[in-house]
């Protein structure tokens, strides 16, 4: 089996066909939330990951194995639950609507994806009915799920969080201090 025990946050430093050309590992949330699990690589090979405790694998990682070799982590496409505004609410009211569900589900310490135009959580029938009773849409679908990693990130210092983008402006760019 062939070991895995250095991850590379949204492969920073590598270059783009290095990257594109490695081998895939597909994995669900569940997997991916854990430091040390078993998989198979889109090659075959057989991949023992060790990482230091309580890190966090996301889609766009790459993972350095002791051969040297590099594997593309995936967001596997898994059951969650897609919750939208109501289309019938004011769109000035839309977007309050989708807060106050994250603020809720928050508050529940429910792992979730936040989207400009929806939230993903993993299936809940007691949730799905809370917020449907929030008027708000909610649907069982199969997408890749990245939950927020929380104010401290999930990959210990030097963390890149849970964003897999950039919104194009440094902390000190919004003409206020973030103190």
């Not at 929806?118 to 708000?136: F, G, N, Q, T, Y």
């Amino acid at each position: 089996m062939l070991q895995v025990s250095k991850l590379i946050p949204q492969g920073r430093g590598l270059a783009r066909p290095l990257v594109q050309r490695a081998a895939q590992l597909v994995l669900d949330w569940d997997i991916r939330q854990k430091s040390r699990f078993d998989a198979t690589a889109s090659d075959e090979r057989h991949v023992g990951v060790f990482l230091p405790r309580g890190t966090v694998v996301r889609g766009g990682d790459v993972l350095l194995t002791q051969d040297g070799s590099l594997l593309r982590v995936v967001a596997a496409p898994q059951p969650v639950l897609r919750i939208t505004a109501c289309p019938d609410h004011p769109a000035q009211d839309q977007a309050f609507d989708l807060m106050r569900a994250a603020y809720h589900l928050g508050n529940r310490h429910v792992p979730i994806e936040l989207r400009p135009d929806h939230l993903k959580i993993e299936p809940d029938h007691v949730l799905a009915d809370m917020l449907r009773a929030m008027h708000l849409t909610v649907v069982e679908v199969r997408e890749p799920f990245e939950p927020e990693a929380g104010a401290y990130g999930d990959h210990g210092a030097g963390a890149h969080g849970g964003h897999n983008h950039h919104h194009g402006h440094g902390h000190q760019d919004h003409g206020h201090d973030h103190g």
